[in-house]
């Protein structure tokens, strides 16, 4: 088990590696993206409510997913001189895309403990079930039960341990893109993206 932990923690960290490669003077990890212009926000952007391209907001979950959780993000934008865009703006869409992403962990965490309930609480009636028919009468069905209480039972640990912290990560992975620091670096020229065959 702790084997399978280690070498799950060990690709985290080579998969990471693609996307960050520095630290700065904070000891921050750097994520460096280059936009093309009129890339930073999606088409769907208006001006009360700006929103990010969701290339940008992909790579950005993967990037907060390969941090480790005392680890902090800085995210540096570089666009072209004519068309860079406002930091706080990209701050603003991203705590708000994020905000929305942490409620919505939230709403899940919430559901899975409603789940628990229920499951525990089916688990110990057919345990019950198990404990009165092997007592009481001599039938082949108690086997059965005592496994289905018993998957019951699994389930509800599984949704109070295993699913909810795997969606606290997710909700930590979210709130450091929200607490990272956003800088936008204005360039002379187009950024050309290359493809993987080039």
């Not at 570089?78 to 708000?96: F, I, M, Q, R, W």
């Not at 919505?104 to 609480?121: C, D, G, P």
């Not at 295993?162 to 969606?167: E, G, M, Q, S």
Request: hydrophobic share 40%; charged share 25%; with cysteine.
């Amino acid at each position: 088990m702790f084997d399978n932990l280690k070498k799950n923690l060990k690709r985290r960290m080579n998969y990471s590696q693609k996307y960050i490669f520095e630290l700065d003077e904070n000891g921050d990890y750097v994520y460096d993206i280059g936009v093309e212009a009129g890339q930073i926000y999606s088409s769907l952007t208006t001006e009360k409510h700006k929103i990010l391209n969701p290339e940008i907001v992909e790579n950005l979950d993967n990037v907060a997913k390969c941090l480790g959780l005392k680890d902090s993000l800085s995210i540096r934008i570089y666009s072209p001189k004519e068309h860079t865009a406002d930091a706080g703006n990209v701050k603003d869409a991203l705590n708000d895309y994020y905000s929305r992403q942490i409620a919505k962990v939230n709403w899940e965490i919430s559901r899975y403990m409603h789940q628990a309930f229920f499951t525990l609480l089916a688990g110990v009636i057919f345990f019950s079930a198990y404990v009165l028919l092997k007592t009481y009468f001599m039938s082949n069905w108690w086997e059965i039960i005592d496994i289905v209480s018993w998957v019951f039972i699994w389930e509800t640990v599984d949704l109070c341990f295993i699913a909810r912290n795997t969606k606290r990560l997710e909700q930590i992975s979210y709130q450091k893109i929200i607490n990272a620091k956003v800088s936008i670096i204005p360039i002379e020229k187009k950024i050309k993206i290359k493809s993987q065959g080039e």
